[in-house]
């Protein structure tokens, strides 16, 4: 009998739901835009160095137990079901970020309009 990879499993589970639950429920246009993709390869540039000599197979000082793993590991030892973890955290937080009100507008169109309408006078004319 062969067991499943718990961690493969819940790291796939939860960017499939993360991914539905932005194109189906939040719908906040996040995948659209470059600034999340940046904000994507920003996070994936500090977790590869960082995650990289955590769990490097010559000297690790995080051990994942192999039964709950695919086993496959990128670059630097990395198990792969690490960026799929990272990434649903990270786009998880972003989603709700901007369904919050965050990041929905560029600064300058937040600030208030100027009209040139005219005001009615006041008690003392």
Known sequence: ????????VAATAAA???????LVVLRGGLFRRPTYWVAIGIVFAFQVPVDGWLTKLSAPVVVYGP?????????WDIPVEDFLYGFALVTLTLALWVRAGGGSASPASRSPQRTSARRAPGPDG
Not at 1 to 8: A, C, N
Not at 16 to 22: N, Q, S, Y
Not at 67 to 75: C, M, Y
């Open 1 to 8: 009998m062969t067991t499943v990879p718990e961690y493969t």
């Open 16 to 22: 499939v739901a993360v991914i539905a639950l932005e």
């Open 67 to 75: 039964d709950h793993n695919s086993g496959l590991r990128v670059p």
